[in-house]
């Protein structure tokens, strides 16, 4: 058998929109068995909410509950940031009136994140955690949680294999990763239902020609991405040699190593 990546944004949406897959994920990664009337991908809230468009790429809910899956290829400094955003719109766009401040229906937003996470540009540190999980939920003095709001916004990221992750997440966090690294001989749980069905439907004789496309445009829609993310750390090194600063300030400032800069300098030198 060999998988399609799942980093590719097709292929992650035609693997997790199957009802069987979706209900496995939501349940190993949350604890929740969730019954979807549909599963929407570009789900965008109409009448929008603020300035920004939010479209979500997988969404679905059931009566009390609302699911977004989002995938992230490339990792920006704003990730986290973009993420907590997509987490409350989902919760602030139930209420809709000065009336009724109830929320319905609990929001679980799962991201996964397919590239190594960078240092973060606020507090200067490199995190290396496959499962990141954050609650809305208030705490006492001693520091006691009380379960009134139970929203939950989950970052995962395989990887940074951890040996203490519970199987619920390695089996998915071995999917993902498996299907970019090792895709012809992938080492995943088939035991879980939910893995082989997943692995099952973005095996290569699965994919259609017309998926294949799609998905090569993707690829190609990312190269720019990269390009253009390039070419505007090269800008701001750029100006900041110019003006004087040392390697290790331009490093933090672009994320770029003292090797690249230095190499940047000399550059800049011989024009």
């Known amino acids: 058998m060999i998988l399609a990546r ?7 949406k035609k693997a997790f929109t199957d009802k069987v897959v979706f209900k496995a994920f939501v349940k190993d ?7 979807p009337e549909t599963i929407e991908t570009e789900k965008a809230f109409q009448p929008k909410m603020g300035n920004i468009a939010f479209k979500y790429d997988i969404f679905a809910e059931d009566i009390i509950r609302r699911i977004v899956i989002e995938i992230q290829k490339v990792e920006y400094d704003h990730n986290f940031d973009r993420f907590l955003h997509y987490h409350l719109q989902a919760i602030t766009q139930q209420q809709r009136t000065s009336d009724d401040y109830t929320v ?7 991201v996964v994140m397919t590239a190594p996470y ?3 540009s606020k507090t200067k540190e490199l995190y290396k955690d496959e499962v990141l999980i ?3 939920n208030p705490k006492n003095l001693l520091g006691v949680e009380r379960k009134i709001f139970n929203h939950e916004l989950i970052y995962l ?4 294999k951890g040996k203490d992750t519970p199987q619920n997440y390695r089996d998915w966090l071995d999917l993902i990763y498996e ?10 749980n088939f035991n879980n239902d939910g893995i082989k069905r997943a692995s099952e439907v973005v095996g290569y004789e699965n994919i259609s020609p017309e998926e294949w496309e799609q998905a090569k445009i993707e690829v190609c829609k990312r190269q720019v991405i990269t390009l253009e993310r390039e070419e505007e750390r090269n800008e701001i090194a750029k100006k900041a040699i110019l003006r004087g600063f040392d390697n290790e300030i331009i490093s933090e ?4 190593t003292i090797e690249q800069i230095q190499q940047l300098r000399e550059y800049f030198s011989n024009k």
Do not use: A, M, R, W
Not at 104 to 110: D, F, L
Not at 157 to 160: F, I, L, R, T, V
Not at 253 to 256: D, I, R, S, V
């Open 29 to 35: 990664i949350v604890g929740i068995d969730i019954e």
């Open 118 to 120: 960078k240092v973060h």
């Open 253 to 256: 400032l672009t994320n770029l």
């Open 104 to 110: 319905e229906k609990t929001v679980y937003t799962i």
């Open 134 to 136: 954050s609650h809305l």
């Open 6 to 12: 799942l980093d590719n944004e097709v292929f992650f």
């Open 157 to 160: 990221n395989p990887n940074y």
């Open 179 to 188: 299907s970019i690294h090792n895709p012809e001989n992938p080492q995943i």
